[in-house]
């Protein structure tokens, strides 16, 4: 096999998508790719057509370059995502490579908004809903887990409604890397600053209790509309965690009492007193209904 047989995905079929694809809105510009509202020429279908920018996909690979990985290969991000089939989870339908070479993929296009869009709005939108959304999202990372993944961005920007807004789902798989060596090694500080596992900023050794404490700050904020540690200063500047995060019913004083444990559980920024697992998490708030007493 060539060169560019290789560097294009081998022997598959590359896709030209605009002539494929009728483009119906301007692209969506993510830290390493455009998302596209697109109609399939052939189906009808409307999609998300998700295009990776050649460069930046090239500088994050070669981030599993080194000696470590000379027998351990990270699977793309449209291999990894198209391996999920399931309710709380953005559906990928295909992907591959485009004719100019670049990582494509085409998923189910949802109407809804981000929920990072959501919680800036201040009508208060999940009012009487976040138990619901908390446990959609939960349910989505277990599926991540129990598929063998760490997804390693874990964040609102990364969860979308569906249009009806009664559905939330877990997107983008372009950092996710398998649980298990070297990939679970120390030095490769991926992710979204704010959100970011202590021992991840501090390149130490991870696991998938990194994704429990994205989860908690994540699940924090939507019942607070605040970042836990956030002091004025966003960023790896802020993440010392030499202080503990602000409770939660500062900001929300008649939060359920279960459900406030079980988040402050999720941040704590040592691992021996981290929630352990996604299901750990579920079995503690199974009998929560309301996010507020």
């Known amino acids: 096999m060539g060169f560019f047989s290789k560097l294009f995905g081998g022997g598959k079929k590359r896709l030209d998508y605009q002539k494929r694809f009728e483009l119906l809105h301007s692209a969506i510009s993510g830290t390493m790719s455009k998302v596209y509202k697109a109609k399939d020429r052939t189906t009808g279908e409307i999609v998300a057509l998700k295009i990776l920018d050649a460069k930046k996909t090239h500088d994050l690979e070669a981030r599993f370059k080194d000696e470590r990985f000379k027998n351990a290969k990270r699977p793309r991000e449209g291999e990894i995502a198209v391996q999920f089939n399931h309710k709380y989870i953005v559906r990928t339908l295909e992907e591959g490579f485009t004719t100019e070479g670049e990582q494509y993929l085409v998923m189910e296009y949802l109407e809804g908004a981000g929920l990072n869009s959501v919680l800036m709005v201040k009508q208060d939108l999940l009012a009487g809903a976040r138990v619901h959304y908390i446990r959609q999202v939960a349910e989505a990372l277990r599926e991540v887990h129990n598929k063998g993944f760490i997804h390693r961005d874990v964040c609102p920007r990364n969860l979308l409604f569906t249009g009806d807004g009664n559905i939330l789902k877990l997107t983008d798989f372009g950092l996710t890397v398998p649980n298990c060596k070297p990939f679970t090694d120390p030095g490769n500080r991926t992710g979204t600053p704010d959100y970011m596992a202590p021992e991840l900023a501090r390149r130490r050794p991870t696991d998938q209790r990194l994704d429990i404490f994205s989860f908690g700050v994540t699940i924090y904020e939507l019942c607070t509309r605040r970042l836990p540690w956030l ?17 939660i019913t500062k900001y929300r004083p008649g939060v359920n009492k279960t459900l406030a444990a079980a988040i402050h559980s999720c941040i704590e920024p040592d691992l021996k007193d981290r929630c352990s697992s996604i299901d750990q998490f579920l079995r503690s708030i199974s009998k929560v209904k309301y996010e507020d007493e």
């Open 231 to 247: 002091k004025g200063d966003s960023g790896l500047a802020a993440m010392s965690h030499s202080q503990p995060p602000d409770p």
